[in-house]
Structure formats: C-alpha cells, structure tokens
Nanobody, 123 residues
C-alpha cells in the first residue's frame, strides 16, 4: 500500500519560512518520477505549487523564487521549503505522486495523494 504523509504545516507570520515534508511509504521515491505539491484554500481552485520530474522542476509563478521543492531519495521524502511567506500562501498543502512523469507539470490527477497539512500565514 502506497502512502504519502505530509507534515510541517503551521501558523507563521508574513515573511516567515516553513519546510513541508511528504514522506512516502510502500514505494521508494526514486520510483516516483513525478512528485508534486498542490495547495487549496477555501473557495479557491486547487493550485499546483511545484512539481519535481526526472530532470526538471516546475514552480507556479506565484511561488517562483520563494519556494524550493526537493527530493531526498535516501529517506523517501519530498520537501517544500517556503520562504517569504505571504497571506495568500495560506492553504492546505498536499503532495501527490506517480511513477509516470508524463504530464507531471500539467495533469490534475495522480494515483497517489496525501491528506494534506495546513499552512496559515498571518500578520
């Protein structure tokens, strides 16, 4: 059974930093050729924040330069380092993954998805 478990969400002030983790079990992350971070805030559409494919990494324009996604294949963890947090970054963040990296930066659905972790940015 493949499981993705996010952690690291918290309440933080504007301008602060957080590091989210997505721990994979049941499958090693080196086999997950596409791993992505999504977020969704109440009343808003789901947004792909970042995605790590075999060679390239995608970032949404709204987070480019502030967020960094990385994979630790030794420990089977996907990270999202978030710096310079803004009010609009408040959302539930969840990770998703697939062994197939086709459409990693565009398709909406993935076979594996976590339950999410809450990020709240306040003044």
């Amino acid at each position: 059974l493949v499981r993705l478990a996010e952690s690291g969400g918290d309440s933080v002030q504007v301008g602060g930093s957080l590091r989210l983790s997505c721990a994979a079990s049941g499958i090693p992350t080196y086999r997950l050729y596409c791993m992505a971070w999504f977020r969704q805030a109440p009343g808003k559409e789901r947004e792909r924040v970042a995605a790590v494919a075999r060679v390239e990494t995608y970032y949404a324009p709204s987070v480019k330069g502030r967020f960094t996604a990385s994979k630790d294949t030794e420990n089977d963890i996907l990270f999202l380092q978030m710096n310079g947090l803004k009010f609009e970054d408040s959302a539930t963040y969840y990770c998703a993954a697939d062994e197939d990296d086709a459409g990693c930066f565009s398709r909406p659905n993935f076979p594996f998805r976590g339950q999410g972790t809450q990020v709240t940015v306040s003044s």
